[in-house]
């Protein structure tokens, strides 16, 4: 046992004068020997191996001659704004799109993401500790959302079966915000209801998923918008064929906004035998 922790201590020796010396990763600069918290927290991302802290932290030669000199050093802190996103779009541009809904809310790359990972992800709220990283560090800002997977009708994002950026793109353009106008995304988990069909639901053609259903959570059954399945369908088809709308002798109309739709037009996301969608 008395060896092994010989060599245990001589390797770590060993590395940490290595980064000590910039040597790890190629640096220049002497940066762990200030910051070993840092260098060794980084050794762990993906910006770690050969990776100089100068690659990202620029400017940083005054600092390093004049530890007390931050000088034109970027520091990825409070107030670096354009000049700190700039520095990560440099290596990932295929990542990052200008006109993102997050660029455009004004939040920056290390308000979401901490490069050195010494930053443990947010707690998530009770309930939703199953959730991934991501996840919980959207959590941060989108409350009001997460709030909603508490009710009975959800994605299983608080039990780790889906993560936010299985849906959403954080990085994409502003026009996949809300997902809206295609059903793309949807149909990777739900393949089933994918067709194609010979004939389509023209909702689902033209407005997605969304025109019935709630993405997140809701009170109703399958996560519809509305809670009665009559009510839904009437919402689009105001004009229907005359005997839905006849009146018996006695008695309430034929058809109404209690109506489950789906006891007849049973396959109402698409068909191939029936354009009414009847079987």
Known sequence: MRWFLVLLFGIASSLAHGEAHGEARGDPLPCAACHADAAMALAHTPHGGDMACVSCHQNAEAHAAS?????????????????ADDACI???????????????????????????GEVTP??????????????????????????????????????????????????????????????D?????????????????????????????????GPNRHMLTHQR????????????PGFHFGFAATGPPRFGLDTVCTNCHSTIHGSNLDKDFLR
Do not use: I, K, W
Request: hydrophobic share 25%.
């Open 67 to 83: 530890p007390r000199n931050v000088g034109d050093m970027l520091t990825f802190g409070p107030g670096t704004g354009q000049r």
């Open 229 to 240: 399945e009559g009510e839904l369908c009437y919402s689009c088809h105001a004009v229907m």
């Open 90 to 116: 440099g290596c990932h541009q295929r990542e990052t799109h200008p006109v993102s809904a997050h660029r455009r809310a004004g939040l920056g790359c290390h308000d979401c993401h901490r490069v050195h």
């Open 122 to 183: 947010p707690a998530p709220l009770p309930g939703h500790e199953r959730m991934d990283a991501a996840s919980a560090s959207c959590q941060t800002c989108h409350q009001d959302v997460f709030s909603r997977f508490a009710m009975n009708e959800r994605h299983r994002l608080t039990r780790g079966g889906v993560g936010c950026t299985d849906c959403h793109d954080p990085h994409g353009p502003s026009t996949r915000r809300f997902l809206g106008g295609g059903t």
């Open 185 to 217: 995304t949807c149909l990777t988990c739900h393949a089933d209801l994918a067709g194609p069909f010979v004939f389509e639901h023209a909702a689902g053609r033209v407005e997605g998923c969304l025109a019935c259903h709630d993405p997140h959570a």
